[in-house]
Each structure stands twice: as C-alpha cells, then as structure tokens.
C-alpha cells in the first residue's frame, strides 16, 4: 500500500478504521502529527485515535483549505473559517477535543472563537441549560448561592 | 428541555478549552458568566481574569498636573492611548476612580498606579496630624475600592508605591489579587550604619503591615539621600531609586526583602537622577546625559547594556525646534513613560507629551495639554494605565468575620 503511495503523502487512520491520503504538508499542521513525522517515529499510516472518520474529514477539510489558501486573502480564510465551525454543539464539542489532541492551533483558534461568539449574548441561566447540562434542581439551588455568593457590580 | 441535554461541556471539556473559550469573551460576559458554576467561577477569577489583565493593552496615561491659576489644588489629567487629542474620556476617568472614594482626591492624593490597580492616600486635613494616614487601593475597572488598614505608625503622609502583577497568585488562596504597598517606615536621609532605613510593607494576602529594615551598601553613598517615589514592579522585584546615583532592589517575596544597591551607569555627564521603567516584561533605566537620552536595560548579573542613544540636537533639528530648544540641557527632557508592549516612550515637557518610536525614529507630538495647565517636573507621577479585572479583598469584611 505504501509503495503506490505519492511522496510526501501520509494515510491517517480514524479511530474507526478509515484511512484518508493527506498531503504531509497538510498533515503536519497537527503539531501532535509534525512531531511523529520529525521523529520519524511513524510509518506512513498515522493512527489518530479518539478522533472519528467523521471528525478527521472535517479537521483535513479545514486544514486542506488553510494550505492552499497561504497566498489568499485573509479575509476569505476568515469567512472560510466561520463557516466551518458553524456547527452544532456535538460536532463543535468533538472537533474542539480532536483539535486540542492533535493540537491544531488555527482550528482550535477559530472553534474556541466560535463557541465564545456563541455565548457572549447569553445569559447564564441559558449557559447553565445548554452548555452545562444542569438539571433543574441544580439551577434552582445553584442559582441561589451563586447570584448570593458572586454577583457584583460590574460595568 | 434541560433534562435530556447531552451536551454536558462542563465535565467533558478539559479545563484547558474552557479557558480558552472564556478568555475570547468580552469583559462583560466574562464577569457575569462567573455565576454559571462554581468551576466556571474558580476558572474565571484564577485563569482568565490574571491572563487577561496581563496582557491587557495600554488604555493611556494618567499623570498629575499643577494648575497654572493661583489657589487651586494639583490635578490628574488622564489622556487615552489611542486617540488622546480628542476630549473624550479625559474627565471621566479621573472622575470614575474619584467617585469611589469617600472623599475627594486632589492630583497630591494619587501615589502610584501599577498594572490596572491606584494607590491613593487620604490626608488627614489638620497638620501635624494625630490620626495615621489611610490609604485606598482602586480598581476603576471594577469600580471597586477598598480601604487599606491603618498603621498607627504611620503618622506622617508619606508617598507609598504599589506592586503588583495580575498573573501573580498567591498559592492556596482563591482571590487571585496579590499586591503589596511599600512605604518608608524611616527614610534614608537620616538613616546610619546603626540605624539602617525601614519598609513598612503591606501584604493584600495577609491584610498586615510589616515593617523590614532595609541595610543598603555602600552606606557612605546610600544613607543621607532622599529616593525617589517611582517604582517598578518585575518578577517579584521592587526598583526604585536614590538621589544619591543609585537603583534600589527589593525581593519582595524574600523575608529580608534581600536589599541591593546598583550603581547606575555613569556615562558623561548625566543631569538628573533619571529614569525608570519596564516594557515588554524588560526593566529600563534612562536619563539624559550630555547631548543625548540614553536608554540601558539591566541584566541578570546587575549589569547595564546601553540600547538606546537618542540625539538631542537631531530632535531640536527636525522637530518641534523652538520648543524643544528651551530644554536642550534641562533634565526634564528624559522619558516620562514607556509603552508597555511596543519599543516606543513618552517624553513630557511642561506643556507637551512627546512620543518617540525607538525603531523607526519617529518623533511626534503625543498629547498638548490645556492653556492653564503645567505638567508637574520630575515625571514622577506618570503612570500608563491598563484595565485589569481583578477583585480585590475587602479588609473590613475580614475583620468582622474574625
């Protein structure tokens, strides 16, 4: 298999089996992926853990378009890039985790980005609910001791 | 409904994330969202808050000025970095932290700013005073204010200095503010080798004033000198300095203070004591010396490096002549502030605020202040200020929880 494959290609492997073929030049925006490479501790097969098929396409898909978009403009990447983390809450959720464990910084930039534009109009009895899961027990006595313990003033 | 989320970031989200997420939030949400959770609160005021005042950009200057109208008290003036000709915020500021205290603070009662965070001292109005100086630690970010307990020694109104660094936390302790106000217990005019000079220190951690000898080498140069009321807080070390040619060295988290005394560097003939500030996390020192401002920076092992030569008479050349000309040789003209992010400082003459860019040699007009206003001579009182979100402890609810 690895024969046939183009130089300075690279497969990576899902946590679901799935083998994608990525430009290494793609690949290694992963940090966690360029130090395996550096190292030259991997084959040309990449297992990437924890991160799903689903998951990992989208993550190339982004990382695809950061590469050959070097020379464009900026502004084009950055409506790329709000498009593309324009998910809902699961898939953000996962590709958050993934791009934190294969520390993509511009990935992690513009969902981290993403989520804090999504709850900045918020109000917290709203994060409480949608974010944090909480139950209406805890809102009711959390809400409580919270708005006692630690509302101030502020301007 | 809230029942059957599935969508529980809080326990499935590295704390690492949520800090990440929550330190893109604009000031305000990021203040209300301390109420979501107890771990949302504990993230916010111990990581993000400090992380964000750290790297907070310059807001402006505050700085006093002597009213050129006879009777009238010294004022604060406050000009904002980004567009200080305009009269926008010039009065509100100063009116915002005024408006926290419970007395009216006059330009003579702001000592010191450091990082986001005012020190203030509260005169007693009958001289010679029986009742000890109260000072007043202001946050006008947070409006908040909080008054310093007294020291009954503290009988005189002596200028003080504030340290502190947001990113600075005390360990085991989950208010995240951790400053220190240094004051002479006895000053060093009058200090002997028997009688070293004194710090009366106080700790915001332990809500306490200690009082620390300082014994200072070579006495015979240091002992007999007034300091100058101007500090710098780097790395958990205090710089001030002695009129005597010296830069003076406090360790403030060592329990002796570890005092040291560095020469300053002599070079020519330097008029004024000079100097001190930090830009980029990088102490300075600058004075002008001769036909020029020199700027060194100090290295690990107390040693000067020149960085910075700027010629006096290419300034009088190119720019502003006539004004500058008046002050070829006064002392005044040394930087009054440093840009705490980019390689540009502040020089003030009485009636003008220059800026002047180290990398490109720009020299510009920065601010002119009004027709009856005189900045005050030693750009002692010259602070940049930047917004920081720290809460400060109450010391009079410690008390009466005790």
């Given at each position: 298999?690895?024969?046939?494959?183009?130089?300075?290609?690279?497969?990576?492997?899902?946590?679901?089996?799935?083998?994608?073929?990525?430009?290494?030049v793609?690949?290694?925006?992963?940090?966690?992926?360029?130090?395996m490479?550096?190292?030259?501790?991997?084959?040309n097969?990449?297992?990437?853990?924890?991160v799903d098929?689903?998951?990992?396409?989208?993550v190339?898909?982004?990382?695809?378009?950061?590469?050959?978009?070097e020379?464009?403009?900026?502004?084009?990447?950055?409506?790329?890039?709000?498009?593309?983390?324009?998910?809902?809450?699961?898939?953000?959720?996962?590709?958050?985790?993934a791009?934190?464990?294969r520390?993509?910084?511009?990935?992690?930039?513009?969902?981290?980005?993403?989520?804090?534009?999504?709850?900045k109009?918020?109000?917290?009895?709203?994060?409480?609910?949608?974010?944090?899961?909480?139950?209406?027990?805890?809102?009711?006595?959390?809400?409580?001791?919270?708005?006692?313990?630690?509302?101030?003033?502020?301007? | 409904?809230?029942?059957?989320?599935?969508?529980?970031?809080?326990?499935?989200?590295?704390?690492?994330?949520?800090?990440?997420?929550l330190?893109?939030l604009?000031?305000?949400?990021?203040?209300?969202?301390?109420?979501?959770?107890?771990?949302?609160?504990?993230?916010?005021?111990?990581?993000?808050?400090?992380?964000?005042?750290?790297?907070?950009?310059?807001?402006?200057?505050?700085?006093r000025?002597?009213?050129?109208?006879?009777?009238?008290?010294?004022?604060?003036?406050?000009?904002?970095s980004?567009?200080?000709?305009?009269?926008?915020?010039?009065?509100?500021?100063?009116?915002?932290?005024?408006?926290?205290?419970?007395?009216?603070?006059?330009?003579?009662?702001?000592?010191?700013?450091?990082?986001?965070?005012?020190?203030?001292?509260?005169?007693?109005?009958?001289?010679?005073?029986?009742?000890?100086?109260?000072?007043?630690?202001?946050n006008?970010?947070?409006?908040?204010?909080?008054a310093?307990?007294?020291?009954?020694?503290?009988l005189?109104?002596?200028?003080?200095?504030?340290?502190?660094?947001?990113?600075?936390s005390?360990?085991?302790?989950?208010?995240?503010?951790?400053?220190?106000?240094?004051?002479?217990a006895?000053s060093?005019?009058?200090?002997?080798?028997?009688?070293?000079?004194e710090?009366?220190?106080?700790?915001?951690?332990?809500?306490?004033?200690?009082?620390h000898?300082?014994?200072?080498?070579?006495?015979?140069?240091?002992?007999?000198?007034?300091?100058?009321?101007?500090?710098?807080?780097?790395?958990?070390?205090?710089?001030?300095?002695?009129?005597?040619?010296?830069?003076?060295c406090?360790?403030?988290?060592?329990?002796?203070?570890?005092?040291?005394a560095?020469?300053?560097?002599?070079?020519?003939k330097?008029?004024?004591?000079?100097?001190?500030?930090?830009?980029?996390?990088c102490?300075y020192?600058?004075?002008?010396?001769?036909?020029?401002?020199?700027?060194?920076?100090?290295?690990h092992?107390?040693?000067w490096?020149?960085k910075?030569?700027?010629?006096?008479?290419?300034?009088v050349?190119?720019?502003?002549?006539?004004?500058?000309?008046?002050?070829?040789?006064s002392?005044?003209?040394?930087?009054?502030?440093?840009?705490?992010?980019?390689?540009?400082?502040?020089i003030?003459?009485?009636?003008?605020?220059?800026?002047?860019?180290?990398?490109?040699?720009?020299?510009?007009?920065?601010?002119?202040?009004?027709?009856?206003?005189?900045?005050?001579?030693?750009?002692?009182?010259?602070?940049?200020?930047?917004?920081?979100?720290?809460?400060?402890?109450?010391?009079?609810?410690?008390?009466?929880d005790?």
């Amino acid at each position: 298999m690895s024969s046939s494959l183009e130089k300075n290609m690279l497969i990576l492997r899902s946590s679901d089996g799935e083998e994608f073929i990525v430009p290494e030049v793609v690949a290694v925006m992963s940090k966690a992926i360029k130090n395996m490479v550096e190292d030259e501790c991997a084959s040309n097969t990449i297992p990437v853990p924890n991160v799903d098929a689903n998951i990992l396409a989208m993550v190339i898909e982004f990382c695809k378009k950061h590469d050959e978009s070097e020379a464009e403009a900026a502004s084009d990447l950055k409506t790329f890039d709000s498009e593309f983390v324009n998910r809902g809450q699961e898939a953000l959720y996962d590709l958050i985790t993934a791009a934190n464990f294969r520390d993509v910084k511009e990935l992690l930039d513009a969902l981290c980005q993403n989520v804090a534009e999504m709850i900045k109009g918020k109000s917290v009895h709203h994060i409480r609910i949608q974010f944090l899961g909480y139950q209406l027990f805890e809102i009711l006595t959390s809400n409580f001791i919270w708005n006692i313990w630690c509302d101030r003033d502020f301007d | 409904m809230a029942f059957n989320c599935c969508c529980d970031w809080s326990s499935k989200l590295p704390d690492e994330l949520t800090v990440e997420i929550l330190c893109r939030l604009p000031e305000k949400p990021l203040i209300q969202f301390k109420s979501v959770s107890k771990a949302w609160y504990l993230l916010i005021s111990d990581v993000c808050v400090p992380r964000i005042s750290s790297s907070a950009p310059l807001s402006g200057f505050l700085f006093r000025l002597i009213p050129l109208l006879p009777f009238s008290d010294f004022l604060m003036e406050y000009v904002p970095s980004d567009c200080p000709r305009t009269l926008r915020d010039r009065g509100r500021f100063v009116e915002s932290y005024s408006k926290l205290l419970p007395f009216q603070p006059t330009g003579r009662d702001v000592l010191d700013c450091c990082n986001g965070l005012l020190l203030i001292l509260h005169r007693s109005s009958v001289p010679p005073s029986s009742v000890p100086s109260q000072y007043y630690v202001c946050n006008p970010a947070t409006k908040q204010c909080v008054a310093i307990p007294v020291n009954p020694n503290h009988l005189d109104p002596i200028c003080a200095v504030l340290a502190f660094n947001p990113v600075e936390s005390p360990p085991n302790n989950t208010n995240n503010n951790n400053y220190k106000i240094v004051r002479l217990a006895s000053s060093a005019s009058t200090a002997s080798v028997t009688h070293p000079p004194e710090l009366d220190v106080f700790s915001s951690v332990t809500g306490k004033w200690v009082n620390h000898p300082v014994p200072l080498q070579p006495e015979s140069e240091l002992y007999g000198f007034k300091w100058l009321f101007k500090s710098v807080y780097l790395d958990g070390v205090l710089f001030m300095l002695s009129y005597s040619r010296y830069l003076l060295c406090f360790d403030l988290n060592a329990d002796n203070l570890n005092p040291r005394a560095v020469k300053l560097p002599n070079k020519g003939k330097a008029l004024g004591v000079g100097f001190i500030g930090m830009s980029k996390d990088c102490f300075y020192y600058s004075n002008h010396v001769e036909n020029a401002i020199l700027v060194w920076s100090l290295d690990h092992d107390h040693q000067w490096i020149l960085k910075h030569s700027i010629c006096i008479d290419d300034l009088v050349r190119f720019h502003h002549g006539r004004i500058l000309d008046r002050y070829r040789l006064s002392l005044l003209l040394v930087p009054c502030a440093l840009h705490p992010t980019s390689e540009v400082i502040f020089i003030a003459i009485p009636r003008m605020i220059f800026s002047y860019n180290l990398k490109t040699n720009q020299f510009n007009v920065f601010y002119m202040l009004q027709e009856y206003r005189n900045l005050i001579d030693d750009g002692c009182f010259f602070f940049p200020y930047s917004r920081c979100l720290v809460v400060l402890n109450d010391f009079t609810q410690v008390k009466m929880d005790c």
